[in-house]
């Protein structure tokens, strides 16, 4: 049994597998520039941020009906399960499917049905968070909050992804308020090839709760200090900062020296179609290339679940964290 674990950065399109990919494309009589899924897996060979998020937004071509975002979020939930989730906080792009003519209740009326099931059928609970392009207008995203207010009884919090080299938080500060004001809470990309000046926005202008990825407040030694004194939670994604070149090597990645800091690490999968891992994966990966022992495991999942969005349900969340305090590791290691 694997140690159980919460999910906090994950794109649901970014869980678009291949074969998925060319089985919707079918259906949908989409298609597709590649001729198979070895042709396709061979374009993930990532420069940047920015030439992951042009196959990124290519591939969503496939996805156009309710059951497509149902049948595309049930397959990262099973994934899921067996890699010891118990508790996931799913992103998602409405503009980038609304800009292609696909309405934005097809796209919540699809996920929310497998969602509704997942706990049922996978033993995971869900939420769900609903991001702004960040190269996108400011006003654009006030559209499409407009837009989500039949459906806020299904979000939970907004975020902010995409490109994020000259798009920093304050451009999206009015967005941020008004969806405080319906009682959505915030986190927002920040730090990811982005400045640290990028974190501080996202907590000073946007008062974001969470901020993920956040690696490189690493550059701002009092900003560090102000992250682990108020226990801000990092949402960070080790094998997606290495395919994306961020980092060289995953044995260069500094979470090791972040918790070392006093900093509130998470561990998540990003976009794990494209970056080689869903989240156990990940766990394996760092624990072997950092040399990581048993009781930083046990924190980064007991952070997991700190850092989720559980409030309405303390109780599971106690549970959780106690399965994580007692998770026997001679039984993972012996499978
Ligand atoms: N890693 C990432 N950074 C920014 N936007 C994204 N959208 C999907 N994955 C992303
Ligand atoms: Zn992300």
């Known amino acids: 049994m694997p140690l159980p674990k919460a999910e906090l950065h994950l794109h649901i399109e970014g869980t678009l597998e291949p074969e998925l990919a060319f ?28 030439s992951f998020l042009d196959l990124y937004y290519s591939l969503m071509a496939v996805l156009r009906t309710e059951d497509d975002f149902a049948d595309l979020a049930d397959a990262y939930l099973t994934r899921a399960a067996a890699q010891g989730v118990r508790h996931a906080e799913i992103f998602f792009d409405p503009q980038a499917h609304i800009s292609r003519g696909v309405s934005l209740g097809t796209v919540v009326d699809g996920l929310a049905r497998a969602l509704d099931a997942s706990e049922q059928r996978h033993g995971i609970s869900t939420r769900l968070i609903m991001c702004f392009l960040r190269d996108e207008s400011a006003e654009s995203a006030m559209e499409t909050l407009e837009a989500a207010k039949p459906y806020l009884h299904r979000i939970t919090a907004v975020g902010l992804d995409s490109a994020e080299a000259g798009n920093p938080p304050s451009k999206f500060r009015e967005v941020y308020e008004a969806a405080a004001a319906l009682g959505l809470r915030k986190v927002a990309h920040a730090g990811e090839e982005g400045p640290a000046s990028y974190v501080r926005e996202a907590l000073d202008v946007l008062g974001v709760e969470r901020v993920d990825h956040g690696l490189r407040c690493l550059e701002d030694a009092e900003l560090v200090a102000r992250l682990a004194r108020e226990r801000i939670p990092l949402t960070l994604c080790p094998l997606s900062n290495v395919r994306l070149r961020v980092i060289d090597t995953l044995e260069d990645h500094p979470l090791d020296r972040m918790m070392d800091a006093g900093l509130m690490c998470t561990v998540n999968s990003d976009d794990p179609a494209y970056f080689g891992g869903y989240v156990g994966d990940t766990f394996h990966a760092v624990r072997e290339a950092l040399s990581l022992d048993e009781e930083r495991l046990r924190e980064l999942a007991r952070n997991s679940f700190l ?16 399965e994580v305090d007692a998770y026997d590791f001679t039984v993972e290691l012996a499978e």
């Open 307 to 322: 850092a989720s969005f559980l409030e309405d349900d303390e109780e599971r969340r106690a549970r959780l964290i106690a």
């Open 23 to 50: 089985a919707l494309a079918a259906r949908n009589a989409v298609e597709l520039p590649f001729e198979n899924t070895e042709a396709l897996r061979r374009a993930y060979d990532f420069e940047d941020l920015q």
